[in-house]
């Protein structure tokens, strides 16, 4: 998951020129065709753009692209649907951040698309980009894994209103499929920021301060890619086009409304989070502190034993003390009662 992306290679090349900015992949493209409407579902793979065609109202077609690291195909996909070369090269550029671009005849949304999968730490990311024309969608990923099987069982069950309705409502369910995945991913996070922090009150080691400083830095990955969304779906909602009806702005405004909410979980996540560094930092400080005190008191403690010590390791010869009969027992019992007097005075003062 990097934060800062290399895009050096774009230099000086002419706008519209197509440059793949993302993961590297070897895998062929797949393009997949759902044709529908209130009646029926037709569902195929199809080998190239050239053999696309969009049927005519009311029926919508949806295709959808799996890999973008093929240029030529998606070269192809502006030729067929004269789509604008901008477009073209900021569907191969995987670090766009979530927007909405008008075009004539179509509109260009871009998301990201968030899903833990199986991992236990962390996150995917993918970009999404989607092509929503009057009575059709090209959605542009950039590999096979997404989250749009529920979307896909509705289309070939024909459960709820979906294939009662336009290419904007399918763009609605596509986008709601997104943003309701980013509760899951926000919940697993939130799981391991509370197992963080019963780990900093009861054992905090290095490599909890590494967890931290992970989670720190997804949570930074999924808010660039949370924030801009909002931006992004309130213009849908509020657009005059007439690509968007009515009837779905209702439900482009539930979606907005999703994405405040994971807005304010990703803060109240980052806020706990740096809670958690500094209650991290504190209990190491104290730690420490309570082996100084400790390593303090045994020497304050055997100072003075020191010092008598030091005193009758002299070599003098007139020392009356050396030839005492009691010299030796007296000045043991004279060290012990230091010690215990010192230890005595410290439990007074509360420093044990």
Not at 220 to 232: D, G, I, K, N, T
Not at 330 to 351: D, P, S, Y
Request: hydrophobic share 40%; proline share 5%; glycine share 6%.
């Amino acid at each position: 998951m990097k934060s800062i992306s290399r895009r050096s290679k774009k230099s000086g090349l002419p706008p519209g020129t197509l440059v793949h900015i993302g993961e590297k992949r070897t895998g062929a493209t797949t393009i997949t065709l759902f044709e529908y409407d209130a009646s029926h579902c037709r569902e195929s793979k199809v080998p190239s753009p050239e053999n696309l065609t969009v049927a005519a109202e009311p029926t919508v077609t949806w295709i959808d692209v799996s890999g973008i690291h093929q240029l030529d195909v998606i070269e192809a996909f502006g030729k067929r649907f004269n789509l604008h070369p901008l477009l073209l090269e900021d569907i191969v550029n995987t670090e766009q951040r979530p927007k909405v671009d008008e075009y004539d005849s179509y509109w260009y949304v871009v998301v990201k698309m968030l899903y833990a999968g199986d991992r236990p730490k962390g996150f995917l990311v993918e970009q999404v980009s989607f092509i929503l024309g009057s009575n059709f969608i090209l959605s542009f990923q950039e590999n096979g894994r997404d989250v749009f099987e529920p979307v896909r069982e509705r289309l070939r069950s024909g459960k709820g209103r979906i294939r009662q309705s336009g290419s904007d409502y399918l763009l609605y369910a596509l986008i709601d499929a997104v943003v309701d995945e980013y509760f899951g991913v926000l919940e697993a996070m939130g799981e391991r920021l509370e197992s963080l922090q019963n780990a900093v009150v009861a054992n905090p080691q290095p490599a909890t301060l590494n967890d931290i400083h992970l989670l720190r830095r997804e949570l930074l990955v999924l808010r660039r890619a949370v924030w801009p969304l909002r931006e992004a779906v309130g213009k849908v909602e509020r657009s005059e086009s007439p690509l968007i009806r009515a009837s779905t702005k209702v439900f482009f405004r539930d979606v907005y409304d999703h994405v405040i909410q994971t807005i304010d979980t990703i803060e109240t996540l980052r806020e706990t989070v740096t809670g958690v560094l500094d209650i991290y930092l504190s209990s190491t400080t104290y730690r420490l502190n309570e082996v100084i005190k400790v390593l303090t008191i045994i020497t304050t403690i055997f100072m003075p034993l020191t010092f008598i010590a030091g005193i009758y390791g002299m070599n003098f010869e007139f020392m009356p003390e050396l030839h005492s009969k009691w010299g030796y027992p007296l000045v043991l019992l004279g060290m012990a009662a230091i010690t215990i007097g010192m230890l005595v005075f410290f439990k007074r003062k509360k420093w044990l």
